[in-house]
């Protein structure tokens, strides 16, 4: 049980944090990301002295110079030391802007103005707080306009350690920056802008990158060129510029002298326009060859508009290429309207989304392929974009969007000039076009559209903060696939199972991807127009994930590192000592505590950067959620964990960016190899103890209620002998158990059905005859008793509930079954009963198994003549790991439910000769012998499993 405290800023804002009764406000607060002042986190000074309006509280230990007597007499309070005794209202000392981190603002003065080409002009700028400026090579910042209250998003193109800073504007009749750097802009102008800002950047790992840049998204690719000519790195690099016309040429030279410092560049630009005089024609990803992309083995680093980025992963996914990263950075068009840009002033010319003329078409596939700068914003532009979307179609975010074409292969006899060449090819040529894509459909699709509630009709603005990627329905953003589809899974007939909520299931990560999904990868659409996303292969089956977590921890090191104050270094402390109580040596004391606390201290450091943009990344790994699972019945954790928290803290106090960086890296070796054995143990503990090996070899087997438990158990041994199954269940977790059995070589079909209902049984059966023509045996393992308590305590509706879960399941599965059972002249059923039928504290699940008793014996009778067998088991206590789905009643809180709870089973242990629980092996044994044809001569008969309780 936790308490609800609110935090009452000076400026009048209230935020509400949870506290559990043994946790200190600081440390709830910090876990939250509240920054409230902080300095010993050990009631020593008095830095986070507050008010308590209301509540009870222990105040803690301290000393009487952080807080006198009289101070706490008149309800004074240290956060760092006091728990919560009810919920609490504090008057926090400080305004809550200065409680959460922000990105820095900073003015400028521009020193340069160059005109680069036709649409291109070249932007330099000074600035004096040039030290607080720290920002990672691809990262960006809103400029404001002057003169309009309009800001724009620009990425920088000169390195982070450059002491000026350089960007590259795309002109655009009509956009406020255009107007303003065409019409008003001046050298010894000043200028306001906010930042950095974004998650696209370069990683630092020694593996080959490969560089696209469509358009002035040239800008952030500068920026990693010149970093990797700072750092002297060895890494090969290939870059290929793509533009629409030769008038959006700019920057040859300035790659040509970085391709000089950095030998092992080599690069090529396009340019779309089949007009242009350039030695290459074609989109940005034609030029892409074999070698750019080292077997898989490279990091792609894209940045352009939307159309450019999908049709560049069309293109990888067309040739069945899988690189081990693509980072790409593309407008988020949902971001236009309602935005700064919305207001911009529409241009006469510009293209209407719902009416694209043929020549606007054209000219809209030129230049969503090469030609659109992401790092200009304005919103002719996106119309521009829109466009496309609306008109063309190829396909973009599962629309059509462009019309079908086929870029032509490189030819074997494509020369190449040196490293450098720039040979002329023709790429092939955009097909017919097509129209008659619906607008709105479409326009809620594009670039992040998807991330909106489905349903509403209309594009809206995002709010700062917002939680983009989980509202809705939406599962692909943009084309990024972010959930597992669930193809292979869907709910069956009848009524929609109830959702059953996962007790692991990360509550507090709606970004996070999916487990069992092939790639993964998280996505970040913002306000200020950027989408920037990541994907990797199959995370979840690799390391990925957190190989992927220190490449953002890396980045953020960079960011923060010798930047914070003495109160986020005490509450990044506090944070990593959060951790040390949940490991002991190398066990988990508490391996689902740990989990909680270690999020909180990674998703710290990337608060600490000011930059949610990086957060929004980290968070969309779905690290936590990933651990949540994995490390669900862990006991063994590396060692070193909890002291690399502490060691990173104390890195940071000493602003050792050295030390840092290898240990941010040693420790996700670390993670890897605690959640590695993790999964490896858990595996291992579902595999059966006994196996006859082909015994089932042939058969159909339904099992019901076999995503966790004795059901899962049973399925996974009765696949291992051989037999084909349909796997049923109410939670989609028995598409795990499937793929389990599957990966080991057996045959398994997974089912979501509310067998609560005759629609779905019967749908369940159907589909086991669809898919594998006849059913063999039967086994109705769904049910359980969902409250523990006397008969009295039950309410009427709880009675019907038990009965519906434990006794009409399986009546209404065999109704459906028997049919079947009975054309084909064969066929088993095996019903779990319990010895429940004589125990305490769960009368109707007692009852509901006494009628499974009956339904067992009079079937047998009733269809012996049919060549059917009906048999059963009865369960006594049997230990299993903690329950991953819900019960469906409630959990006992009070004393009195606990000892109900708890006097069931002393019962029930009791009742066993053997004084002991079963195990799930020893009850899966059972069944699949009940269940073979070992068992031919044995029908109507229940047979109790329950250590010598006869039930
Ligand atoms: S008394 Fe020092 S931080 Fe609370």
Redesign the pocket.
Known sequence: MSYQVALSFEDGVTRFIECDPDQTV?DASYRQRINIP???????????KAFCESGDYDGGT?IDD?LTDDEAASGYV????MTPKSDLVLQIATTSEVAKTQAGEFTATITALDRLSPTTVALTIDTPQRADLAFLPGQYVNIAVPGTDETRSYSFSNGPDEKSLTFLMKLSPGGVMSDYLTDRAAVGDELTFTGPHGSFFLRETDRPVLLLAGGTGLAPILSILRTMVATGSRRPVHLVYGVSTDDDVVELDTIAKLATELPQLTWDYVVSDPASTAPNTGYVMSPIRDEHLHGGDVAVYLCGPPPMVEAVRTHFAERGIEPTGIYYEKFALAAAPGTEADSAAEPEDAPQPDTPSEDTVDTMQETAFGAVSPASRDRQQLLELTSVAAGEGRELAGQPMFAATTAAPVGPGAARDGNNSRVQRDYGALGSTRAGVDEVDTLRSVAGQGIWPAGTGTTRALDAGEDLVPAGAARAIAGQEMLTENTGIRPLGGPAPAPAKHESEPQSEPNAVQPNQGAAAGVTATPDGYEIGEQHPSIYKSDAVFDARQALELGAVEITIGRLSSQQLAGFRLLAEATVPYVDGDRFVDAAAYTEANAAFHDYLFTLTGNEHLLHAYRALGVKGHMDETLREATWCDPRCTQDHLDIVSAFEAGDRKAARALVAEHAERSKATTRRAMKEAREATRPAFVSPGRFAGKVVVVTGSAQGIGERAARRIGAEGGALVLADRSDLVQGVADDVTSEGGRARAVLADLETYEGAQAVIDEALEVFGRIDVLINNVGGAMWFKPYTEFTADQIQAEINRSLMTTLWSCRAALPALVRQGSGTIVNVSSVATRGIHRIPYSAAKGGINAITESLAMEYAGSGIRVVATAPGGTDAPPRRIPRGGDAPQTEQEKAWFQAHIDQTVESSLMKRYGTLDEQAAVIAFLASDEAAYVTGTVVPVGGGDQG
Do not use: K, Q, V
Request: glycine share 12%; hydrophobic share 30%.
């Open positions: 600081a902080l300095d010993c986190r050990d009631g020593a000074c008095g830095t986070c301290y952080a240290l956060p760092c030391s």
